[in-house]
Nanobody
């Protein structure tokens, strides 16, 4: 089992920045960030593999950056130029399969989530 613990969420005004962190208890081949707003389906935001390759949802390209700290298994999401539509619960996910994916049903391990609220 891999344990994932997110942190770094909060409230910010539109145009601001936040950095999310996810502490993983072990190495995984692929990790990702997802988000879910009230009444909406969970959507993939960004994915990264152990080699450092990344994939982003179109809605966050150029604004969000996913990265990993390989030595400590940690995952990060730097979010800049935040918009009210970025408001959601953000989840860290991981799997023991190599490859980039923004599909929630391909991930085995999930964190408890951290809330991000962007006001206009």
């Amino acid at each position: 089992q891999v344990q994932l613990v997110e942190s770094g969420g909060g409230s910010v005004q539109a145009g601001g920045s936040l950095r999310l962190s996810c502490a993983a208890s072990a190495f995984t081949y692929s990790m990702a960030w997802f988000r879910q707003a009230p009444g909406k389906e969970r959507e993939g935001v960004a994915s990264i593999v152990s080699a450092g390759n990344t994939k982003y949802a179109d809605s966050v390209k150029g604004r969000f950056t996913i990265s990993k700290d390989g030595a400590k298994y940690n995952l990060y999401l730097q979010m800049n130029s935040l918009k009210p539509e970025d408001t959601a619960m953000y989840y860290c996910a991981a799997r023991m399969v190599w490859g980039l994916s923004l599909e929630a049903n391909t991930y085995n391990y999930w964190g408890q989530g951290t809330q991000v609220t962007v006001s206009s």
